[in-house]
């Protein structure tokens, strides 16, 4: 029920304003305000109702690939994740600043091409009230063959029964 003492209203020209100030913020979810109006005379106009919804909270957004730190020879990798809202959908997602398609459920995947060396990914999620949940991933594209640099044999030559030492030197 709501405490009709706070609703205020003002005349204007050919009608009233009315405003109403809740003692509490609203909970998140929708809501429904009714209005009702009658003149002196006693004529009731037709009631309306509109609804709206109070988001607080940002959308959930959960990557499940790639991981963190994830290191590839190949030139895309193809990020996955869910996406929910409890009370502003539908959510959309970008990668990267691309719209992504986001399935009812809440499910993406998308592929996306790597440059060379370290690549950030940055995944949005925004909800209608535009509330979004960023996640980002430092994905490594390496390309290039490791460079073996030497290769020796301690004592050179071997003898036959003794012990002797290969050592390489690699760089990756």
């Given at each position: 029920a709501v405490d009709t003492s706070k609703i205020t209203k003002t005349a204007v020209t050919g009608g009233y304003t009315c405003s109403y100030t809740p003692a509490s913020a609203l909970s998140d979810g929708a809501h429904t305000v009714v209005a009702t109006a009658s003149d002196y005379d006693g004529n009731a106009a037709v009631q309306k109702s509109v609804t709206f919804t109070v988001d607080t909270i940002p959308p959930t957004l959960s990557i499940s690939?790639?991981?963190?730190?994830f290191?590839?020879?190949k030139s895309t990798v193809t990020v996955k994740g869910t996406t929910d809202d409890a009370t502003s959908k539908p959510v959309t997602v970008t990668v990267n600043g691309a719209p992504i398609?986001?399935?009812p459920s809440g499910t993406f995947s998308n592929d996306v091409t790597l440059k060379e060396g370290s690549n950030?990914?940055?995944?949005?999620?925004?909800?209608?009230?535009?509330?979004?949940?960023t996640v980002t991933r430092i994905v490594k594209l390496d390309t290039a063959p490791p460079?073996?640099?030497?290769?020796?044999i301690t004592p050179n030559p071997v003898d036959c029964g003794k012990t002797f030492v290969i050592s390489v030197e690699v760089t990756d």
């Open positions: 690939a790639p991981a963190e730190g290191i590839t020879n398609p986001v399935t950030t990914i940055t995944i949005v999620a925004k909800d209608k009230a535009g509330k979004t949940t460079v073996i640099k030497s290769a020796t």
